[in-house]
């Protein structure tokens, strides 16, 4: 036994010793052992190793993570569970802020805002007034002997298969790397390959480490024999190993063994113990020692790598994280490598095939994907468009499965014990944006574990809404974590807002919206039920009698001209509960419910603010007329545009009005934001039907200052909201479905001009397939509920139709006729 948490040493020499490699030719010539080299149109490929986190490659399966580096002569796993968070269950709701409630609404009717925000500090702020981090397992690190720099090289991500290879040439011959995690089987697998008995590694582990961000002033950074040093904005420098209780140890005769706690923080306990197995399996010779495994003499070996915690549920920490690796990596290790990637292939093609899209290519498409993504406004490309949307797809695949937890801020995949803003679920946008594109995308499953933890939170959002409201029901305000804490946080200017449960429950109703599956409207309906009983109990009237509203709360995040953010009745919040309100009845006269309840759930939706114009034609974000006088004319977020998209409370079909003055808020705001923002922005383009606007935003988002070379979204740093709500303003673009119709090709730019998507989806539990040429809708196939009854709407005409005795529809004629 071996008792040695950080193995930590440095590979400078192994990593730098031959130097960086010249731009090598197109692959196809390198004959890669098992290596199919035609490429397709859902492959991410490059000609040199990661030199540094964004540009690896991310494989998961919902609950594990890894970043795959590519690099010759040390190759980096970088390991994430997706329940190895910081701390243990914990209560945070402060007992004082009752009591502090109806001086905070008083001082705020008054103007005092500056006032209301110190009393809101002092008295209405979760304790501690932090939340937990998302963690890191750590790295595995392969240290390949008599590494030689290789004559060609390459590394690809194939999103259809979800699985990375690594391929490269050197004098000793042909060497070949392919890995994936399994959903199956719940193990991270490595295959490598190599000339016969010239396969030799060291592997190793290195512990989790705390990272410091810093602006760019060295472009000397690390380089691989594969590898050039990167040019970015964001570089990483190691801030200290953290001190750790690991234990490392063998386990069997070709196996690993690591155990450890999580990390304490902001004073709560630590009270996580997991388990990190690794084991290698090879014709060659295996030997331990120190805490590595070593292998020499090789042609080929498998290595799989199996990972648990002891957290059950966010109450619960008693799960035996080496019991669960030990018996997984035991069924794991009794199947083939072969059975192993076809059980692999076989359940991630099963949700990845379900939609297809074809926006057109160019001679661009050839070129290696960091190379296409530096010059995105430079050339056309509009297949980097749709691949766009498969990586998000398949990042929300590989991030969000059933029995997981939701995807976070960076989806699964951290490298550090203090990721930015925690790695936490920001639920003011962020979190709600990481599932625009399920439903639409054909991803609906993926969206279970954000309906789980929505019920977690209605239980512990009620113990937040009696101790700190005195109100029934439940409440979370801006953001959560793995143990759903949800009083408010980060400071009254940032945290008290009462609206993140509510967003969430509209968030799970779209899901709801798209399948009508009963099963998630029984288990949906008591969590908004809940939600709308809180804010009956807690909304106030307007002092100038302009209706119901919100008080204290904020616009996210945004501060106005007057010393705070703090405020009554930000559009947000009333746009919010109109929603909440109207699916709750909705929910409730489907169930045949509360019918009691439900009259005075309408009776305070009918009385709610209504939204603004202000004196500059703009959409109000406040219920004042304050945008003139905001501290950020610019600011990323556009939390009054919510009634825009994700809703349609406000369009420009049923009040052109409130659209236009939504278009002069945008407007004002600016196309180019952090990734999210941007993000954002695009939809919103697109729902108002403007698509060379959506699209010149999306060149925004897709280029080389808001995506990284490995198509990762660029807030910056790394947010994975961006990708996933780039990808719904894509979608939202070719077909939209509100307000009881299904619009096609709504918002089609002109960069479109020929294409098709096959298995996109619209609500009513629709399936859709079309195609156009020279921007015109050329084919049409609709299916759903057999005598289902679609309000089609195709430039501005309107066709009703009705599904045929076997849920189908493609008659194009009727429409291509209503538009002649």
Known sequence: ???????????????????????????????????????????????????????????????????????????????????????????????????????????????????????????????????????????????????????????SLDLASAVAQTRYRTAQGAYLREGFVSAPDQVIVLRLKGPAGKLGIQIEWRAPRKVKYVAPSDPGLATDLAGAPPVDWMQREEAGALPADANIAADGSNAVLITGRNEAMHGVAAGLRFALRVQLISDGRLSYSDGRLSLQGASEATLLIGAATSYVNYRDVSGDPVAIVRAQMARAAAKSYAALKRDHVREHQRLFSRLKIDLGSSAAAAQPTDLRIAAVGKQSDPSLDALYLQYARYLLISSSRRGSQPANLQGIWNESTNPPWGGKYTININTQMNYWPADPAGLGECVEPLLRMVEDLSQTGARTARTMYGARGWVTHHNTDLWRAAAPIDGAKFGLWPCGGAWLCNTVWDHYDYSRDQDVLRRLYPVMRGAALFFLDTLVDDPQGRGLITSPSLSPENNHAFGSSLAAGPAMDRQIVRDLFAHTLTAGRLL??????????????ARLAPDRVGAQGQLQEWLEDWDAGARDPHHRHVSHLYAIYPSSQVNVRDTPALARAARTSLTQRGDFATGWGTAWRVCLWARMGEGERAYSVLKGLTGPMRTYPNMFDAHPPFQIDGNFGGAAGIMEMLLQSWGGEVLLLPALPSAWTSGSVKGIRARGALLVDLAWHAGRLTSLRISGKPGASVRLRYRDKLVAVTLDRHGKFADIGRLTAATA
């Open 1 to 155: 036994m071996s008792r040695s948490p950080f193995l930590n040493r440095k590979r400078r020499s192994l990593m730098l010793g031959m130097g960086g490699m010249a731009a090598l030719p197109a692959m196809p010539a390198l004959a890669a052992p098992g290596h199919d080299p035609v490429r397709h149109a859902d492959l991410l490929w490059y000609r040199q190793s990661a030199a540094r986190w964004e540009e690896a490659l991310p494989l998961g399966n919902g609950r594990l993570g890894a970043m795959v580096f590519g690099r010759v002569a040390q190759e980096r796993l970088q390991l994430n569970e997706d329940t190895l968070w910081a701390g243990s269950p914990y209560t945070p709701d402060n007992p004082d802020a009752l009591a502090a409630l109806p001086k905070a609404r008083e001082l705020l009717a008054q103007g005092k805002y500056v006032e209301a925000t110190e009393l809101a500090n002092a008295s209405m702020m979760a304790k501690p007034v932090r939340q937990m981090s998302y963690g890191t397992l750590g790295d595995l690190l392969l240290t390949m002997t008599d590494a030689e720099a290789p004559s060609e090289y390459e590394r």
């Open 592 to 605: 045949q419910r509360d019918a009691a309840l439900l009259t005075q759930i309408a009776d305070a939706q």
